[in-house]
């Protein structure tokens, strides 16, 4: 497999996994109604994706360090979200 095939592969996957979090965000922010996320869920989610945005950095890999980056923020924006709305 060629390197930019596995660099596709890895973007594809970074944009999946990391867009899985903006339907729960985007619904939680409209509907202000969060009493069916955990808290510690995604207290735990943000900080396991800070480490991933350590570990990319540490590895040198910006897709790592992007798609972590960008899920690590939706999981804080849930947090914030479910800390004002219960």
Do not use: C
Request: hydrophobic letters at 60%; aromatic letters at 4%.
């Amino acid at each position: 497999m060629t390197t930019n095939t596995v660099t596709l592969i890895g973007l594809l996957a970074a944009a999946l996994t990391t867009s899985a979090n903006l339907p729960q965000v985007l619904k939680a922010w409209r509907t202000r109604e969060t009493s069916d996320l955990s808290l510690k869920m995604t207290v735990i989610l943000a900080a396991g994706l800070g480490f991933w945005v350590v570990y990319g950095v540490l590895q040198g890999d910006a897709v790592i360090v992007i798609a972590n980056a960008v899920a690590m923020l939706l999981a804080l924006a849930l947090t914030v979200l479910k800390l004002r709305h219960g």
